[in-house]
């Protein structure tokens, strides 16, 4: 795969029209029995990808009380898309109304599916979203959009491991600021994919690489963690699953204004 280019950052409200998935392994041979793992990502301020009012009329009780207790219109807007998109993605999926989905929150806080095994995660960076979901026994996903600002090797010296910063430092100046997100986003994802957060430190965490982009988790060695990531221009996106998996990434539906079906895909 062609590493990215440095570039100019565009605005970061739209979606990318597909992203390559950066896994260079090749798939194994029963490939077609491993479980796949869909990705979407989505904007938060675009009433047109989710209608504001669709997403509201989804949302149950706790869920419209937490979007009313935001200070500011544009965090609470964004909440309520996040959860709208994340209803109706697995509500399509599992043949339910958006509505009608229950969750319940596991002992380490992370919420579930009341009443199916499809994990899913969801990860946001000021006006985009990602959600991933599947039938694995649990996963994470972290997104950061690239346009942050952030101290790169003060944090890289507090949460990566020594030849994780030596990775990081081969990139050409331009490229390192993408490298650490792609560390960070793989730490994060695993942290979310157990529900443990930064109780599990992230120096805990170790990564593998390959062809410019982490490619595996062996530390913690359990549970046993598997990564892949996608290949995105304005952002770092990775998911980890506690099993063997395929990513694959899908355009978010345009939802119909109309019931809680959705019209065509994007």
Known sequence: MNRLQAGSLRPFPFVPKRAKVADPMPAPADSDQVPVVEVTIFPLDDDSAMPLALARSWLSPDEAARAAAFRYEKHRDRYVRGRGMMRGLLARRLGAAPQELAF???????PHL???ALAFNLSHSEATAALAFGEVPDLGI???RLDRT????????????EREID???RFPEAERHRAFFRIWTAKEARMKATGEGFSLEPKRIGLSFESGFPTGCPEPALPAAHLATLALEEAACTVVALAPFRLVETAPPAWGREGWGFCQDA
């Open 104 to 110: 319940s929150v596991g002992g380490k806080g992370k």
């Open 114 to 116: 009341a009443s199916s």
């Open 142 to 144: 972290d997104l950061e």
């Open 150 to 161: 952030v101290d790169i090797e003060g944090l890289a010296r507090r949460c990566f491991r």
């Open 167 to 169: 990775w990081m430092n």
